[in-house]
């Protein structure tokens, strides 16, 4: 039976929901607020309607406001999208309460994982490998050695309560530790006002990866995994997969699927969601976190696997028969990689609103481009960057790659700042094409420099755009 | 017609329609474009050979090129003077008329001022690029204009 689903978000995603929404055969409901009343993703709704206010805590974030629109529109089911509600139990719990369907995983699931030491806890109950350091707060250098002495060097000393890489020191020997652990206690007592520590190991070169999980309230399936170690500010900017670090390595890559299916039924998982590992230059790795939510990259897993997850995430929900029913029809194939293309500066990368005068592009076969651009568009700075995921899929890496390279050069976004270019620059880097990179990568490589546009290309880039308007 | 690019430096061009296109000019680099229309896009070429496709902009006020990003000024910088060349005074910002100092049929000299215009809290001459006839005023003192808005247009003396 037909149901009414409202999307309480913007932007590309809530394009990718809408399209799920109305293949299914269900009602989409969009809405727009008054900062945004020509939002593109309006154009894939069914039905919109206004979320009052400006601001997001007026709107995306109000829960009762939401929950009254609901109810007057009549609706059977919320998907939240990615960001604003998506990862918060009270809610969740609010809307089932008015017995509405909340799209994503359990509100318990939220809880657990939503919480830093309640997951660690809940991984090593799971026998899922976390990564090795004191359980708790260290009280002496004495204790701190005898841990790194037993994890081995170099360790991470960090503030119970720090943040945003501040009270955090790398350790290499037992000299460096002795001399780190007061500094790091005085940090973390004039930041955060808590001299507390923990003694953790530190991955040199760790590599982000994560694997995607789809469940319902039967099944717990894994979609394979993901490489999301092109980051930049903790952000992913460029993922693929299948993961180039583990590469042939069937065993490995096994291992960290079941691993992540694991964790996922250790807290009853019963939706779309990805378990996040580092993994270290040796292959081992150890559990991040849990997202209990679709994620931006979700595209990618779509295109090696073919399974539709936004459309398998709404049937979970609605209690319906997912597209696939044993693991074993599961399997990846090909390479894809996802570009996410921002409104920020190329080389400083940060955000850059301002407005679209001119877009066009034409790709070639593999590409999917999943955004919410069109020409005179304001990017305004009330909302994430993302403008866009440039997608593309080929039979191996190589042939993503080139795939890749194309489509950037045939992407136009004129008027707004944006990272088309950072992305060309890492698409033709040298160990970014070997497949061998850590989550250091921008950090190290620097590929930001390596954006160079001759001054006749400027010219040209001028030219074309005095003849785009005139004309 | 002239557009200012100014960035961290300042770009000038000078377009002017021809037969069969544009004639775009910056210092002494000349390129003549042709036009082409197939379906809903439109192609420019350079040597007739190598096509490329056209986007259309809304408008052009800002332009980004990489890391550098450009105002772009038509017809006249509202920082300055703006010497015209070519024939069509169109003002890129949203102004008021404050002095008009030609009427249709007037000779002007290169150098002239022809109307003030107060843009951006600051009043800009608008001076004759070339010797010229005026050949149509399309504002008056007082008036406010939105940009885009053509106020003269001159007659150029070969």
Redesign the interface.
């Known amino acids: 039976m037909s149901k009414r689903i409202l999307i309480i978000n913007r932007g590309e995603i809530a394009i990718r929901i809408a399209k799920a929404i109305n293949e299914l055969g269900h009602v989409s409901v969009g809405v727009w607020t008054d900062n945004e009343p020509k939002a593109y993703h309006l154009s894939y709704c069914k039905e919109w309607t206004r979320l009052e206010g400006s601001n997001n805590s007026e709107t995306y974030l109000n829960q009762d406001k939401i929950l009254e629109l609901a109810k007057k529109l009549d609706i059977d089911a919320i998907h939240p999208g990615y960001g604003f509600l998506a990862e918060n139990s009270e809610f969740v719990r609010k809307v089932e309460n008015e017995g509405i369907i909340f799209i994503g995983p359990n509100a318990e699931a939220i809880d657990l994982m939503g919480d830093k030491a309640k997951s660690k806890k809940l991984a090593k109950d799971a026998n899922v490998p976390t990564v090795p350091g004191s359980l708790g707060e260290v009280e002496s250098i004495k204790e701190a050695e005898e841990i790194a002495q037993e994890i081995g060097y170099p360790v991470l000393l960090k503030a119970v309560a720090g943040g945003g890489g501040k009270g955090m020191r790398i350790c290499s020997n037992k000299n460096e530790l002795e001399i780190n652990f007061p500094a790091v206690q005085r940090e973390g007592q004039s930041s955060f006002g808590n001299p507390g520590l923990l003694v953790e190991k530190y991955i040199t070169n760790p590599r982000h990866i994560e694997v995607q999980i789809l469940a319902d309230k039967k099944n717990i399936f894994h979609v394979y995994e993901r490489e999301c170690s092109v980051q930049r500010r903790h952000q992913k900017i460029v993922e693929e997969a299948p993961s180039p670090f583990i590469g042939n390595d069937e065993k490995v890559r096994n291992n960290i699927c079941e691993t992540g299916v694991r964790l996922a039924a250790a807290v009853n998982y019963d939706s779309a969601g990805t378990v996040e590992f580092i993994m270290d230059e040796d292959k081992s790795f150890y559990f991040l976190e849990m997202n209990t939510r679709i994620q931006v990259e979700h595209p990618i897993t779509e295109e090696t696997t073919g399974i539709d997850l936004l459309a398998n995430m709404i049937k979970s929900a609605l209690g319906e028969r997912l597209d696939i029913s044993s693991q074993e029809e599961i399997s990846q194939k090909g390479h894809s990689i996802e570009c996410r293309i921002c409104a920020e500066?190329?080389?400083?990368m940060l955000p850059?609103p301002?407005?679209v005068?001119?877009?066009?592009y034409?790709f070639p076969q593999g590409i999917r481009f999943d955004h919410c651009i069109y020409?005179?568009i304001e990017i305004t700075p009330d909302f994430d960057p993302m403008i866009g995921k440039l997608i593309s899929f080929g039979i191996n890496r190589d042939v993503a790659i080139r795939k890749m390279r194309d489509a950037l050069e045939r992407l136009?976004i004129?008027?707004?700042?944006?990272n088309i270019?950072l992305h060309k620059a890492i698409l033709n880097e040298e160990k970014f094409k070997s497949g061998n990179y850590s989550t250091k990568y921008i950090e190290e490589v620097s590929p930001q420099d390596k954006?160079q546009?001759s001054s006749e290309r400027?010219?040209e880039?001028?030219?074309?755009?005095?003849?785009?308007?005139?004309? | 017609m002239r557009y200012y690019f100014s960035g961290e430096n300042e770009v000038v061009f000078d377009i002017e329609k021809t037969k069969n296109g544009y004639k775009i000019l910056k210092d002494k680099l000349e390129k003549i474009y042709s036009i082409k229309e197939i379906g809903d896009s439109l192609f420019f070429s350079s040597d007739d050979k190598e096509w490329k496709k056209l986007i259309k902009l809304k408008s052009l006020k800002d332009i980004s090129i990489a890391s550098d990003k450009f105002n772009v000024y038509k017809g006249f910088k509202p920082s300055g003077v703006g010497e015209q060349d070519f024939g069509s005074l169109v003002t890129q910002m949203p102004g008021k008329i404050v002095k008009l100092f030609c009427s249709v049929g007037d000779e002007v000299k290169k150098g002239d001022t022809l109307l003030i215009l107060e843009a951006m809290k600051m009043e800009n001459e608008i001076k004759a690029g070339a010797d010229a006839v005026v050949k149509l005023v399309n504002v008056e003192e007082n008036q406010s204009i939105e940009s885009g808005h053509l106020m003269l247009e001159l007659d150029i003396k070969a």
């Open positions: 500066d190329p080389v400083s850059a301002g407005v005068s001119g877009f066009d034409s020409s005179g136009e004129v008027g707004l700042k944006n270019e954006i546009l400027r010219d880039i001028m030219m074309a755009a005095i003849l785009g308007e005139i004309i």
